[in-house]
């Protein structure tokens, strides 16, 4: 993989999105790459596009994103979901991807 487009969607009613940094995949092979992220917490997106700019790309397992949330509403189910992404090959081919499933969370005051 060379390039990542991603749309990630949260409850902004129950989370604050406060920042999303580059994670290690790209960062394997000491594969230069720009990050950039647009946080849009009224609608609870977060936009990740991530370009490498070696030529064969990274392989393997890493992570893509780490995204810090804070929480200000309690939520007996909140989610954070993948709505969309579009990995690109070395040569700008689309990859194949099997989106996760959504990540389901309690969110509860501390006693």
Same mark, same amino acid.
């Not at 309690?74 to 993948?82: D, G, P, W």
């Given at each position: 993989m060379r390039n990542i487009e991603l749309m990630l969607g949260f409850d902004a009613n129950s989370l604050k999105a406060v920042d999303a940094i580059e994670g290690t995949f790209l960062k394997q092979k000491d594969i230069p790459s720009t990050f950039s992220k647009d946080i849009f917490e009224? +609608?609870?997106q977060?936009?990740?596009?991530?370009?490498?700019? *070696?030529?064969? *790309?990274?392989?393997?397992? *890493? +992570?893509v994103v780490a995204v810090t949330f804070? %929480?200000?509403a309690?939520?007996?189910?909140?989610? @954070?979901? %993948?709505t969309r992404a579009t990995p690109s090959g070395a040569s700008g081919e689309p990859l194949p991807?099997?989106?996760p %499933?959504?990540?389901?969370? @309690?969110?509860? +005051?501390r006693p």
């Open positions: 009224s +609608s609870g977060i936009a990740i596009d991530l370009a490498g700019s *070696g030529e064969q *790309g990274a392989t393997g397992a *890493g +992570s804070e %929480v200000i309690e939520a007996a189910r909140s989610e @954070i979901s %993948v991807l099997s989106e %499933v959504p990540y389901a969370l @309690i969110l509860n +005051s």
